[in-house]
T-cell receptor
């Protein structure tokens, strides 16, 4: 079992809809959770971080964390074609000196 | 302020050649990480520096890979006797010293192609 799992997609949503991206992790001591966006041929860009259970909102983005179920999700409201990218879920585990463990990413396509 | 910079952006090497990849972190960032990203995969951890100390090199795939950060700022990742399986994008990231992780900021990467 991979430490961080994501559906590779593509996830296709129409412009203006809500895109829901999911991620599960295996290590119960995972303590910090991140969503990175990566455009094709570019490097990952940090868009959200979340550390405690519940929701965290930033503009059109909402991160949700449920440690009991070991999942973290990202909602993108009012999806735009410019949101089309690969979204990488990453976790930091206690005692690993802040190294990120990434999932393989979910490719999101926002259609006109 | 400037972000993380990496050079070269692209490197083509013949199998067996040595290569050196450079990373300039964000000024003041104590922590520096190297990751390797294969096509269609998420980045995989290689090594971590806190200032000039290499605290974790558990992700380096073989003893052909070597990294240094002698003055606690610029870092170099060296790959000796390159093999085709080394072809990947090598990403450098830096962050403040923060064990919960406020987030790492990535450079543009170096795309290495080994022929």
């Amino acid at each position: 079992q991979k430490e961080v799992e994501q559906n590779s997609g593509p996830l296709s949503v129409p412009e203006g809809a809500i895109a829901s991206l999911n991620c599960t992790y295996s290590d119960r001591v995972s303590q910090s959770f991140f969503w990175y966006r990566q455009y094709s041929g570019k490097s990952p860009e940090l868009i959200m971080s979340i550390y405690s259970n519940g929701d965290k909102e930033d503009g059109r983005f909402t991160a949700q964390l449920n440690k009991a179920s070991q999942y973290v999700s990202l909602l993108i409201r009012d999806s735009q074609p410019s949101d089309s990218a690969t979204y990488l879920c990453a976790v930091i585990n206690t005692g690993t000196a802040s190294k990120l463990t990434f999932g393989t990413g979910t490719r999101l396509q926002v259609t006109l | 302020g400037a972000g993380v910079s990496q050079s070269p952006r692209y490197k083509v090497a013949k199998r067996g050649q040595d290569v050196a990849l450079r990373c300039d972190p964000i000024s003041g960032h104590v922590s520096l990480f190297w990751y390797q990203q294969a096509l269609g995969q998420g980045p995989e951890f290689l090594t971590y520096f806190q200032n000039e100390a290499q605290l974790d090199k558990s992700g380096l795939p073989s003893d052909r890979f070597f990294a240094e950060r002698p003055e606690g700022s610029v870092s170099t990742l060296k790959i000796q006797r390159t093999q085709q399986e080394d072809s990947a994008v090598y990403l450098c990231a830096s962050s403040l010293l923060d064990y919960i992780g406020r987030g790492q900021f990535f450079g543009p990467g170096t795309r290495l192609t080994v022929l």
